[in-house]
């Protein structure tokens, strides 16, 4: 079974807007935890643009399904996330300018540092995700870097300007995804996927499990955001009955 986790940035980061108290992610995670979300992501960032220290604290306290944290391997947000003991970490890259992540984290020119860092973790009991590209090159390096998880950035995929871009960016993934497993690591992928474009990563790649944020936080402007995550999982249910993973009800 796919399993979906929700990002909220999004919430926080029309709170931001505003430098308010309101719409709080912290009520978000439940709404989305009620609609059916299988885990919580946020991105505690250098810059703290969106999601605050505040409320990645809250969640901890409050969220009782499994708590993914992105973040960058500074070592302030290291720190943070050490103290804080989330139940998963994804790492990330992380620039300033960019208005979201821009793709994967290069691990083969860092296995280093981010060995170091994994281990850390590793040491608190925490599993670690590496946020990549599907090249073969950097799935070696994050098992070479002992991390647990890679989550396969869908970015290209999802921007492809035709069908045939498209098709072929969804091969990289499943070779991506191939590789990943042969080498131990428990594929994932992420990044722009939405109701329209999902179905084809679950029915070709079946990863263990999809972060989604952008698209389910716009669909709740109009459903609410209960009724987005069920209707998000809907679609990753039936893409699953056309594969023949799971049994339609």
């Keep these: 079974m796919v399993l979906l986790g929700v990002n909220v940035d999004h919430v926080a980061t029309i709170r ?22 299988d885990l919580i992501t946020v991105h505690l960032r250098e810059d703290r643009r969106h999601i605050q220290d505040r409320d990645l604290r809250l969640l901890r306290q ?4 499994e708590l993914n944290l992105e973040m960058s391997i500074a070592e302030e947000i290291v720190g ?18 960019e208005v979201t992540t821009e793709g994967g984290l290069d691990v083969a020119a860092q296995r280093r540092k981010l060995r170091s860092v994994i281990e850390r973790f590793h040491g608190k009991g925490i599993p670690v995700s590496l946020f990549i590209d599907p090249h073969a090159s950097q799935l070696e390096a994050s098992a070479e870097a002992g991390a647990d998880f890679v989550e396969l950035h869908t970015g290209a995929y999802a921007n492809a300007a035709g069908a045939e871009d498209r098709q072929g960016h969804l ?9 990943g497993r042969a080498l131990g690591l428990t594929v994932n992928a992420g ?11 679950v029915q070709q790649i079946e990863p263990h499990e999809l972060h989604i944020g952008h698209s389910i936080i716009s669909r709740a402007v109009f459903v609410g955001l209960r009724s987005a995550v069920r209707q998000m999982k809907d679609v990753i249910y039936r893409a699953q009955v056309l594969r023949g993973s799971v049994e339609a009800p």
Excluded: F
């Design 80 to 97: 943070i996330a050490l103290e804080v003991g989330p139940d998963m970490v994804t790492l990330v890259p992380e620039r300033r300018e």
């Design 171 to 179: 091969a990289a993934l499943l070779n991506g995804a191939r590789r």
């Design 16 to 37: 931001e807007a505003r430098k308010t108290c309101e719409p709080d992610p912290v009520w978000a995670a439940a709404e989305a935890q009620m609609g059916g979300a």
């Design 62 to 65: 409050t969220v009782s399904i």
């Design 191 to 201: 990044h722009g996927l939405t109701y329209a474009n999902v179905s084809p990563v």
